[in-house]
């Protein structure tokens, strides 16, 4: 006997069972976020974990068919990451987003979810005092290496300042999957979270070769450089200031099964 094709009721019906069992599995999920936040306690560190996001997308990327695009699951995960996060702290991402550099909101947006409160600010400063003063989960800012807007010179006057508090940093770089199109980078007053596959910003006086930019800073010329992999404060040039840490941008894979 031939197989007869399921009935549009009854793909339905399976396309039902599914999302009750994708639910609950999501419940499950979210709930042990206070857990997290307990395991975590006082003395290991900040809630927002980027190198771990990174890690996590990476490996379900990898492991995901052609059916789902990289774009697609990392838009899904970052909502269930933030679900998570917002069951430990209530996150606020706090945007620079200026002319020339719209995209930002969109992917701070992106970026937190639905469950991360946003909001704009009009000047670079503002999103980075926003970081500094822990009112602000996340940063932020538009490309680092643009000199329309340069605002890591205020990062590096930040690590000169001698107080003992946790500096802001660059944490990560958004999105992580898919090119093109102008990047955000996100700062937070946390140092950065390794990911297995980084890329670290630091900045040294004078001129280097191979600078993203450059910028004169309290009466001093400064470079920024962009170098693979992360490096702590011990391992970057004597003298240079740490501006971060970000897992490296995945390019994105798009093509569908026919
Ligand atoms: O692994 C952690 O540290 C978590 O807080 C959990 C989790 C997640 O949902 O997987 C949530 C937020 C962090 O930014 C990273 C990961």
């Known amino acids: 006997m031939a197989d007869v094709a399921p009935s549009l009721a009854q793909l339905r019906a399976e396309i039902d069972r599914i999302d009750d069992a994708l639910l609950g599995l999501l419940e499950s999920r979210v709930a042990i976020g206070r857990r997290v936040a307990a395991a975590k306690g006082d003395a290991s560190g900040p809630y927002l974990r980027p190198g771990r996001e990174a890690a996590i997308l990476r490996r379900l990327c990898s492991a995901a068919s052609a059916d789902l695009p990289t774009a697609t699951l990392e838009r899904i995960w970052r909502e269930i990451l933030g679900a998570n996060l917002a069951r430990q702290v209530d996150p606020l991402t706090v945007v620079y987003a200026p002319q020339g550099a719209e995209a930002c909101l969109d992917l701070a947006r992106d970026r937190g979810g639905a469950a991360?409160?946003?909001?704009?600010?009009?000047?670079?400063?503002?999103?980075?005092?926003?970081?500094?003063?822990?009112?602000a989960t996340l940063a932020v800012l538009p490309d680092v290496a643009d000199s329309r807007w340069r605002w890591w010179p205020q990062l590096v006057s930040a690590s000169q300042q001698d107080t003992s508090t946790q500096k802001p940093c660059v944490i990560a770089r958004l999105p992580l999957f898919g090119e093109g199109g102008v990047p955000a980078y996100g700062v937070a007053p946390q140092g950065p979270d390794p990911s297995g596959d980084d890329v670290t910003l630091y900045a040294v006086r004078g001129t280097a070769e191979s600078a993203l930019d450059t910028a004169e800073i309290e009466g001093a010329h400064w470079s920024?450089?962009?170098?693979?992999?992360?490096?702590?404060?011990?391992?970057?040039?004597?003298?240079?200031?740490?501006?971060?840490a970000y897992a490296r941008p995945e390019t994105s894979r798009s093509k569908t099964s026919t």
């Not at 009009?122 to 500094?132: L, R, T």
């Not at 920024?224 to 971060?244: F, K, N, S, T």
Request: charged share 20%; aromatic share 2%.
């Open 116 to 135: 991360t409160r946003l909001e704009t600010v009009e000047s670079a400063e503002a999103a980075i005092a926003a970081a500094v003063d822990g009112r």
């Open 224 to 244: 920024l450089i962009a170098a693979d992999g992360y490096l702590e404060a011990g391992h970057i040039p004597a003298g240079a200031a740490l501006i971060g």
